[in-house]
DNA sequence: CATTTCACCTGGTGGC
DNA sequence: TGCCACCAGGTGAAAT
């Protein structure tokens, strides 16, 4: 389900809600596929420790914890403990990460809960099981880091350099996660569609204004996704269970045929790198 | 190395 | 109602 803006939305939202918790208890299910750590390690290393603050890396939400205890409210910042460990969670295609209270009936395909000493329990839900759970502990400051740039702060060299001499069609490109971090297929052809960039240009015979076009109305199209709350294309919810409103705003994405909001020619669906690709035959060259 | 294809999963939808 | 083919927000391994 998720890129950027729903990882985001999620990611904040989590964190304005555990900041500071400490977790009791984990619990995961004994499916293996969704975890890079083996449950137990995972179990282990969570229990006990203390949630300094969560944030979004590319498509990844990760979770700083600590051993220490600490209380938001009663430390300066200055007190606040370095982070010991970090919970990584990738959402793959389906997951959701809810926060409950650990009386809600558990839903079908619910591979992990942490009983919060709040009260409060985060729940990892992912039916196709695409999603990845890590545990790791921190030596000496060398936290998580995505592979790519961040599509939102890359300035236009950056961006330019990514694609140069490149021979994959763009949207491959956009793609590709060692590139630009966070992007997914909604954002990809949104873009697109905004930039005026017909998905299957060769990414590296873009000229310089068509890239800083599409750089620009990246961000653009991604800040405004955040502010919706992200784009709920089937059950797609953030961390309180609230549905995003992005989805009404899409130009192209999963509306074959229908009019394009510029010109009214029916909007295209081609298969590009095994995905679904949406975009207007006359708004984009 | 760069690029493409496919497997990994479950569930929803639409045609017959 | 059932069966089947196809599609879905992602990625990483294997093939080219």
Redesign the pocket.
């Known amino acids: ?3 950027l803006p ?1 990882v985001e939305t999620i990611a904040r939202g989590v964190d304005a809600r555990v900041r500071g918790d400490r977790i009791a208890e984990a619990w995961f299910s004994t499916y293996r ?1 969704p975890f890079k750590t083996p449950a137990e390690r995972q179990a282990k290393g969570l229990e006990g420790r203390s949630f300094l603050a969560v944030h979004r890396t ?2 990844h939400i990760v979770c700083e914890l600590s051993a220490a205890q600490w209380t938001p409210q009663s430390a300066a910042d200055g007190a606040r403990p370095a982070p010991d460990a970090q919970w990584i969670v ?1 959402l ?3 997951g959701r990460l809810l926060l409950t209270t650990p009386n809600e009936a558990v839903v ?2 619910t591979h992990a809960r942490l009983r919060l000493e709040s009260g409060r329990e985060i729940r990892f839900v992912d ?4 999603g ?1 759970l890590e545990f790791r502990e921190l030596k000496a400051g060398d936290g998580f880091r995505g592979a790519g740039q961040e599509p939102l702060t890359i300035d236009a060299a950056s961006f330019r350099s990514l694609f140069r ?5 763009i949207k ?2 956009l ?1 590709n ?1 060692s590139l630009l971090t966070g992007v ?3 954002y990809a052809d949104e873009s697109l569609f905004r930039a005026g960039i017909r998905p299957r240009r060769q ?2 015979l873009l000229t310089r204004t068509e890239l800083e076009r599409l750089r620009k109305e990246l961000s653009v199209v991604l800040e405004h996704a955040i502010q919706l709350g ?7 919810v953030d961390a309180n269970g609230v549905r ?1 409103f992005f ?1 009404l705003e899409h130009c192209v ?2 509306r074959t045929g229908e009019p394009c909001r510029r010109c009214r020619t029916p909007i295209k ?1 081609i298969l590009l ?4 690709t949406h975009f207007c035959p006359t708004c984009q060259v």
């Open positions: 389900m998720p890129e729903e596929e590319g498509k990738h793959g295609m389906t079908k395909h039916p196709r099981r695409f990845r001499g490149r021979k994959l069609a491959a490109a793609l996660q997914g297929n909604i990414a590296g992200g784009s709920s294309v089937s059950d797609y995003g989805q994405y999963m669906r790198a095994g995905r679904g």
